[in-house]
């Protein structure tokens, strides 16, 4: 019989620890009022850099982690707390004002709390998105990976919001939307989270695809409409490069992807496969091709397939490409 602890016990325990902890900030709390209104000149205790606190009895003297309700600890008038200080050399021993102390030991406490809750949040999170993405680990760590931008995101949105205050456009207007678009543009920018995935040469090269692929003809000329593309609202000059790659995926169709030479994006094709087969990029891939490039999914996994042989790498797509190779053909729609 196993000796781990099960699951459920975990959770048990944790919980546990998070009542006594909210519990020990309520006890630190209701300390720290009590000097709101103790007239006391005694009101200074001794500490020890372990939060140890010194409790003096006659011709001896005890340290012990100190309550929150700071019974048993011997209080002291600043100028004797100081003296006793002296007399004891090489201890570490610091003096606090005992409410000051007990405000600043519920408030460490609080951090503490607010860490285990997140990360017992984002463990939760983490688990939800693994059960929706069918237990599909790259899967799960991209939906996680949006889900954590879009909140990003709507937190710099309230944060300026808030600053703006009466001056905040109302929510629900047009000007509200093009302000999240704004930050949201600074936020793609500026942030330094954003990865660098790939070289100016193939970023380019990404843009010109999706370009091109939007490129009808219309009463603008090219010049108008790729500015629009490249830095227009929501273009593709502010994308991170993991973005940027998703949405040329998702939107750009094969023809705009392969070359006449049947290479993907020229002389950028062996940096574009390599960052391709890292594992984050692998299931956004399967994702382009299998649920969103309706048109040839079996010809671009076959293209992809290819390519990565040519050039003697790893071909992170030959179970994708059986995959479909045995799937059947979807019916005709009329």
Known sequence: M?????????????????????????????????????????????????????????????????PPDLIGVSFLTLENALRQVEALPGMFLTVHDAFEYANQRAVKAERLLNTLVDKQARRTRDAEALAAAGGNPA?????????????????????????????????GSKSRDELADRLSHAVSAHSLARIELLSDGLREALQEAYFQSENDAGAYGPGWRREIVINGKRGLGDESDAALLERVMMNVGHDYLVGPDGRWFGDNEREFLVVMAQAGQVEMVRAAIVEEIHDYPLETAQALSQSYVALGLSDPYESMLRELEQAPAAAPSF
């Open 2 to 66: 196993s000796n781990e602890p099960t699951i459920e016990q975990i959770d048990n325990a944790f919980s546990d620890t998070l009542r006594v902890l909210r519990e020990e900030i309520a006890t630190w709390r209701v300390t720290a009022n009590r000097g709101r209104t103790a007239l006391l000149s005694e009101r200074h205790i001794i500490v020890d850099a372990l939060d140890r606190a010194i409790t003096f009895r006659p011709g001896e003297y005890h340290l012990e982690q100190a």
């Open 139 to 171: 899967r799960a760590a991209r939906a996680q990976d949006a889900h954590d931008d879009t909140s990003l995101r709507a937190r710099v949105l309230a944060a300026v919001v808030r600053e703006m205050g009466l001056a905040a456009p109302p929510e």
